[in-house]
């Protein structure tokens, strides 16, 4: 059974930068999709950056121009770099992976980002 371990939340002034990593632990050949989500107080979990197998990738209005999602397959890791954070992007943040076949979905256990001053 795969599990995904995130890393690299924290706490960063407002126009700081982050970089979110996840890789895979376990029993598993590699991932299709994989995304990040993040869930701030009082909001629905919305879906933040998404990349393909291929690498075409799609992004929430929010994080456009600001977010970049990257992976590495060899490693079934995903990657979350972002930069010119604002207070309204603090949440806990997930990573997300899925497999077609089946389908199979796999959460990582979330990170907390907080940008305050």
């Known amino acids: 059974q795969a599990q995904l371990v995130e890393s690299g939340g924290g706490l960063v002034l407002p126009g700081g930068s982050l970089r979110l990593s996840c890789a895979a632990s376990?029993?598993?050949?590699?991932?299709?999709?994989m995304s990040w989500f993040r869930e701030a107080p009082g909001k629905q979990r919305e879906l933040v950056a998404r990349?393909?197998?291929?690498?075409?990738?799609n992004y929430a209005d929010s994080a456009k121009g600001r977010f970049t999602i990257s992976r590495d397959n060899a490693k079934k890791a995903v990657y979350l770099q972002m930069n010119s954070l604002k207070p309204e992007d603090t949440a806990v943040y997930y990573c997300?992976?899925?497999?077609?076949?089946?389908?199979?979905?796999?959460w990582g256990q979330g990170t907390q980002v907080t940008v305050s001053s």
């Open positions: 376990g029993s598993i050949d590699s991932f299709d999709a």
């Open positions: 997300y992976a899925v497999q077609w076949i089946g389908p199979r979905e796999y």
């Open positions: 990349i393909g197998r291929s690498g075409t990738t």
